[in-house]
């Protein structure tokens, strides 16, 4: 089991950079693949990224590509997103999540129904 916890949401103008983190707890996080999904109002849960175990493998979301980065530090058990550029369609609530097996098909990454931990969320809001 882990345990998940966001941070580094805020406040920021439209074009400006966020830096996402979420800390797990567990000496296992290194066996699970993480993503990073978001919320808003109007919105279901969408997926924006996700790396394997390794780091080797990255997803993104179209919208996401060549903005977001996703990363990780498993001697430090975190994961990170790096958003750039970022616009007012990107105000969610994000979340981190683990999904077990460290691996997942190429074409279920962006399926929240993979990841059975979730953070609590941080909020995101962008300005225009």
């Known amino acids: 089991q882990v345990q998940l916890l966001e941070s580094g949401g805020g406040l920021v103008q439209a074009g400006g950079s966020l830096r996402l983190s979420c800390a797990a707890s567990?000496?296992?996080?290194?066996?699970?693949?993480m993503g990073w999904f978001r919320q808003s109002s109007a919105k279901e849960r969408e997926f924006v990224a996700a790396t394997s175990w390794s780091g080797s493998r990255t997803y993104y979301t179209d919208s996401a590509k060549g903005r977001f980065t996703i990363s990780r530090d498993n001697a430090e058990n975190m994961l990170y997103l790096q958003m750039n550029s970022l616009k007012p369609e990107d105000t969610a609530v994000y979340y981190c999540?683990?999904?077990?097996?460290?691996?997942?098909?190429?074409?279920?990454?962006?399926?929240?129904?993979?990841?059975?931990?979730w953070g609590q969320g941080t909020q995101v809001t962008v300005s225009s």
């Open positions: 999540a683990a999904a077990p097996g460290g691996t997942l098909p190429g074409s279920t990454y962006n399926n929240p129904g993979n990841y059975d931990y």
């Open positions: 567990g000496r296992a996080f290194k066996l699970y693949a």
